[in-house]
């Protein structure tokens, strides 16, 4: 099976190569992309960045650090092309923000929730206390709060802190300033947490579009092929880093400066919280919906799923088992 995958994706790789000819008599189309971090969650992107694959697909990409709740705004401005902070992006389209997920990544979350205050030990014991997280609506918080309500407590009962960054949200955790907040494995590595700190393995607590990539509803109707392009880049850069460990490490590690062991139990992690193959069924996107309206106070879109458009990334795929 992996040899058939592997057969599939040179013959994809060498009609890529042929078309990326044409592209070499011009120069490379310069678009610009928004990532939170350069970590393993986005190993699909960092992958595809270093083996070439965007530039295959004749694009230059311009990295942008922003998080979703500055990505987002930018995204339906025209600022940028195309945001990583999927997550983000849906809610802005539950709000009925002209923005569209075209591909899901991950749907599992790689936080583990922890608490630095003794007395919690489990979820009804964050009642009353403060959680610290990046930015409201944002997928650290989106996580605690789908654990909270699989547990009946209720979202309201916990005050949530924003701070931005992890630069800011991971000392003020460690200050004693406030109480608990969900951690990726790597910053669990970094922090030296032992394991009676984790309330939760949120990953298999719940379920969620978690990261992947948005675009502006305009871009996808004006442009469907610069999206085909990028993803395309994508799905290679996707299926190399989930079949090549220790390459891909070794690659984030470029990005990201946290300690090898925690690169390490973030890229196993991440992998684990895969999609099979870049989209996510109907029932899970229209309970996300509902729970995302919800959360910013707004009406139940009438149609849930004009949200999502997995056709291009479907095709891409569909075009890797034709060629098994």
Not at 105 to 119: F, G, I, K, M
Not at 182 to 187: I, K
């Amino acid at each position: 099976m992996l040899k058939s995958f592997v057969t599939a994706l040179a013959t994809i790789a060498l009609t890529i190569s042929t078309t990326a000819a044409c592209f070499a008599a011009a120069a490379a189309e310069n678009i610009k992309v928004s990532y939170a971090v350069l970590s393993a969650a986005y190993m699909d992107h960092v992958t595809a960045m270093e083996k070439g694959y965007f530039r295959d697909e004749g694009l230059n990409i311009e990295v942008l650090r922003m998080g979703g709740g500055v990505a987002t705004p930018a995204l339906l401005s025209g600022q940028i092309h195309f945001s990583s902070s999927a997550g983000s992006s849906l809610s802005a389209a539950v709000r009925g923000g002209p923005v569209k997920i075209v591909y899901t990544n991950l749907s599992r979350p790689s936080y583990s929730l922890v608490a630095t205050n003794p007395s919690i030990v489990s979820a009804k014991d964050l009642v009353g206390k403060k959680v610290v997280i990046n930015s409201f609506g944002d997928t650290g918080h989106l996580a605690t709060i789908l654990y909270l309500k699989k547990y009946g407590i209720n979202p309201s009962s916990v005050l949530f802190i924003t701070v931005g960054r992890n630069e800011v949200r991971l000392p003020a955790l460690m200050s004693g300033m406030v109480d608990a907040t969900p951690l990726a494995p790597r910053e669990l590595v970094k922090l030296g947490l032992q394991k009676q700190n984790v309330l939760a393995d949120l990953g298999k607590e719940i379920q969620l579009v978690w990261n992947g990539v948005a675009v502006s509803s305009k871009l996808l109707v004006e442009n469907p092929a610069l999206v085909e392009r990028f993803l395309r880049a994508i799905v290679r850069g996707r299926e190399y880093a989930r079949r090549n460990r220790d390459e891909t490490i070794a690659i984030i590690g470029k990005h990201d400066p946290s300690p090898i062991e925690g690169l390490r139990a973030d890229y196993e992690v991440t992998k684990s919280s895969m999609t099979d193959e870049g989209w996510l069924p109907d029932d899970i996107l229209r309970e996300e919906v509902n729970i995302r309206a919800e959360l910013t106070k707004v009406a139940v879109p009438a149609n849930p799923l004009g949200m999502y458009d997995y056709s291009i990334v479907k095709k891409i795929y569909g075009q890797l088992k034709a060629n098994r």
